[in-house]
Structure formats: C-alpha cells, structure tokens
C-alpha cells in the first residue's frame, strides 16, 4: 500500500510542478491566460488537443465497453475518432482564419461575430456550458473509482482529490500550464496503457493465447454486434456520426482551434490524429476484452472498473499504481481542459450581461472554475449511468451546435433566427427521445436530432433568403475536391454490414474486420495529405 500511494503522490507532484514551471503572470491578459498568446505549435498542441479529447471515458469507459461489449467497440472509437479529424480542416482552418484575425477567444465569440447577434452568442454559450458539465463530471467520478479500486480510497474522496490537484494548476497556470501539462499526460497515458495491455496479455499466456481463451467462453466479443448485441448497423453509424459533428463542438477542443501558430500546424495534426487514435483506443478495450478471463460476471456499471481490478489483481504494488496513473493522466487533461475553457466562456461571454465589461484579468474566471469544480463532483457523486451512456446524452446536446458554426463559417449571409431555431428545436428533440416520448429506432437518437436540426436551420435560412431576394450560397471549396468525395467514400466503407457476425479470419489474435479498419484510417490520411498539397498547390 505505502508503494502505491508513494507512486500517485510523485505523480501528481509531478504535474502540479509542470504545471507550475509552465504558468502565467497572473495579471495576464486573456489571450495569454485562455490562448497561450495563439503560438502553439505542432507537437504541443497535438499533444493537447489529443490529451484534451481523451478522458476518462477513453481509459475507463472504453475498457469498460471493451469488457461488454468486446472488440466491436473498437472502430467506432479508433475510426470514427480519427475520422473526425476531416473537421479539423473543414472547421479548424476557419475558425483560426476569422479568430486570428479579429481576436477572438471563445467559441461563443465566434458565433457572435459571424451573427451578429448577442442572444444566440449567449444561447450558445450556455448550451456550451449546460452539456459540458456532465462530461466534466464524468472526470472525477472516474478518478474515483481508480483509486477506491487502488489505495482503498473511498470514492467520494478521490473525486475530490484530484479535482483539487486540478485546480491548483489550472487556477494559476492559464492553458500555457494546462497544454504542457497535457503533453506530459497524454504521453504517460499511452506509455503506461501499452504496458497494462502487455502485463494482462503476459499473465494469460500472451496476447494471442489470451485471446483464443477468451474466444472459446465468449465469442461474441470478436464480433458484430458484440457482447450485448446492442452495435447492430444502424447504432454502428449513430456513433461514427455523432463524433464527427460533437467533437469539434467540445469546447476545449473547439478553442485549441484559436491557439495554433499558424494553418499549417492544424493540417499536421489533422494527418496525425487518426494513427494516435487507432493505436490508442486498442490499448484499453483489449484490456477490457481480456478482463473477462478473471472477472467474468461484472454488469453495467461495475465493468467501468474493469482496468483498475484486472491491475490490482495481476501486477505489484508499483506498476499497478504507475499503470493507473495513466488513467488518472486520461482525465486530468481532460477535465483541466474544461475548466480552463468554460471559464473563458463564462468571463467574456456570461459576465457582460451582468453590465460588466469584459475584464483584461482572469479573476472572474477563475472563481468559476471553482464553481464548475464543485457542480461536476455533485454530479459525480451519485452517477445516474455508465460512462458511454453520460457521454453519449451529453455529447449530442453539444452536436446540435454543428450546424451554426458550420454554415455561419461558409455561407455568404446568414440569420440568427435560423441558428437560434434550429438549437432550441434541435435540444428539445433531444430532450423527447431522453425521456423517451418517441422511440429512437434502429439508430441512437443524435440521427434524428441532427436531421431535425439541419432542416429547421436550412429551412429557415432559406424562407429568410427568399423574402431578403438574396438566395446566393457561397460554396465551400472542399465541396469541389474530389478528394473529399473519396473521404466520403471512406466514411461508407466504414459500414462494413457484410461483414457482421463475423469472427474468422483471425490476425495475431483479432478479428480480420480490426485490420480493415487500421487500413481505412490508413487510407483516411494519406487522402488528407494528398488534399491538403492540391489545396497548397492550386493556391500558389
């Protein structure tokens, strides 16, 4: 015990020293303190935007979902995550164009810039905020159950430990702080989950044995659709959809668009992230998938423990608590991301309409990060869910946003009624098949919440055109690339039904449709770059 808790505690001494090295004046200006004055560069801000996108729902849900629902989990993280980077050039770029140029900080700025309009700048940011809260809940309610699992910590108290941790650095260090620190966790978290992978595979003989023994109890795990039979198609493409159109509405995520040196860094990482993510997301759920072999009665929530337990069970005293530092790495960077931006959204978005200016400090938005601290441990306290079943409610709340930032950033003129209508009519879709008034059907809800959103804009903004005498659209350049037809083409091959209940052929010990999906995300970033140079050279 006295090993496992000297580990944690040099860990997080650790982070709170990078986090204090790396800090800001605290009279800093907000571009310094929210932006790192807009000059992160490559590795950096990979570092961080991968850091800031892979939670607690990355280690502890996915291995979780691993152990329920098996191998089957795998592409719609390790593709559709990756996938989702397409958003980084169709988005990303803008928004840094329009945000460099007119010193903009937070999304809802964006918006309010692109509109002209201060009600839906502040409906955006509070929708921003409402649907945040939850996921940032998800953070230390994780942490909770690491270290209950670990030290015998109770779990209130681990949630309430490293949200303290976390608010030591964030509060003083501004996302300077925050973007190394993230560095250093994102690549603890990778480095530690491979060798949890290795140690859970030594201990059942290795990676391939292990999994011919779990093949032999539980086959369904090596197939579609998957332990709980719940990934039938239609659910397969609701979530490679719904990270496409949420996660570039992540709020941290969304900002870290501002603070790139300059396009040419967002377009590297666009052709980095999907390998991070394909050899990420495999770590985890195949140690979920693996975890079956020790515990193999585990239900609902209890399965989102399963990393923790099968480490707790199988290694020493040292490696069991250096492993779930990485966890611990998944969630900090996450939840520290979320702090710091909500607050900025709070200080320049919020507070102005309570008559006061915005504020060249911080303070403001540093009590907030308090504030939000505390809402997200009373969420965490008595979770209502599984992590992917808080994650998927909440991340659809967000996508519904999509469609404002998308057309504000590419049509020639806009309406805010249009935006403004199709986010309360797009969230009170969600809000019917939440409380399950309508079936949702084959597919998870964000399909018809997102139909329903995209026509009320569409409609809008063109009865709105009609009646201005203005019905020109000004189109997109991408539209034209016949490379992005071919993304596409990638994106439908990724509905693989032919393949479906099928677990032969097995490489290495997985299932053959794995491998196809490592080759299309292959294929997704060599088509990026080679968009990318046609794009470079058609402009020179």
């Not at 010193?103 to 810039?113: A, F, M, N, S, Y």
């Not at 490489?507 to 995300?521: D, E, K, N, T």
Request: hydrophobic share 55%; net charge positive.
């Amino acid at each position: 015990m006295i090993t496992k808790i000297t580990v944690l505690v040099v860990y997080f001494l650790t982070v709170l020293c990078i986090g204090f090295i790396a800090r800001t004046r605290w009279k800093s200006s907000p571009e310094t303190y929210f932006l790192a004055d807009r000059k992160l560069g490559t590795v950096i801000l990979l570092g961080t935007m991968v850091a800031t996108n892979f939670s607690a729902f990355t280690v502890f849900g996915t291995s979780g979902a691993g152990y329920r629902d098996g191998y089957a989990f795998f592409p719609i993280m390790g593709f559709g995550t990756g996938f989702m980077a397409l958003t980084f050039w169709i988005l990303g770029r803008k928004i840094w164009q329009v945000g460099h140029g007119r010193g903009i900080v937070t999304p809802p700025e964006l918006v309010r810039e692109l509109y002209q309009s201060p009600f839906l700048s502040v409906l955006f940011a509070v929708i921003m905020i409402i649907f945040t809260i939850p996921y940032l809940a998800l953070q230390p309610m994780a942490a909770g159950y690491a270290l209950e699992e670990l030290v015998g910590l109770p779990y209130l108290y681990g949630c309430m430990l490293v949200t303290a941790i976390i608010l030591l650095y964030t509060l003083r260090g501004g996302l300077r702080a925050v973007a190394w620190t993230d560095l250093f966790q994102g690549l603890l978290m990778f480095f530690l989950l491979l060798a949890a992978l290795v140690m859970v595979a030594r201990f059942y003989g290795g990676f391939i044995a292990a999994n011919q023994k779990v093949l032999a109890s539980f086959p369904e795990l090596f197939s579609r659709p998957g332990g709980q039979g719940k990934f039938t198609c239609g659910i397969w493409f609701s979530f490679i959809l719904l990270w496409f159109l949420c996660d570039p509405m992540f709020p941290q995520l969304f900002q870290r668009f501002f603070s790139a040196k300059n396009e040419k860094i967002l377009s590297r990482i666009m052709f980095l992230y999907p390998l991070v993510c394909t050899v990420v997301f495999i770590l985890p759920i195949s140690v979920g998938v693996l975890g079956r072999l020790s515990f193999p009665d585990l239900a609902g929530k209890q399965a989102d423990r399963i990393l923790p337990m099968v480490l707790t069970l199988i290694s020493g005293d040292f490696m069991a608590a250096l492993v779930m530092a990485a966890g611990l790495a998944a969630l900090m960077s996450t939840m520290d991301s979320q702090l710091l931006t909500l607050s900025s959204i709070f200080t320049r978005d919020i507070l102005p309409l309570a008559g006061r200016s915005k504020s060249r400090g911080s303070a403001a938005g540093r009590i907030f990060v308090i504030f939000l601290s505390l809402a997200g441990l009373a969420l965490a306290w008595k979770p209502p869910a599984t992590i992917l079943q808080i994650a998927t409610q909440t991340f659809t709340g967000l996508a519904v946003l999509f469609p404002t930032v998308v057309f504000g950033l590419y049509f020639k003129k806009v309406f805010p009624l249009a935006a403004i209508l199709s986010i309360f009519i797009g969230e009170g879709a969600l809000l019917v098949f939440y409380f399950k008034l309508v079936p949702a059907g084959p597919f998870l809800p964000v399909i018809w919440v997102m139909l329903v959103t995209f026509a009320v804009y569409l409609t809008t903004h063109l009865v709105l055109a009609w009646k201005c005498g203005d019905l020109v659209f000004r189109i997109p350049g991408w539209i034209f690339d016949p490379y992005f037809y071919l993304l596409s083409g990638i994106f439908i091959l990724a509905m693989d039904f032919w393949a479906w209940k099928s677990i032969q052929p097995l490489f290495l010990g997985v299932p053959g449709w794995m491998i196809y999906f490592v080759v299309l995300s292959a294929l997704q970033t060599l088509l990026m770059v080679l968009m990318v140079r046609r794009a470079g050279n058609k402009a020179t």
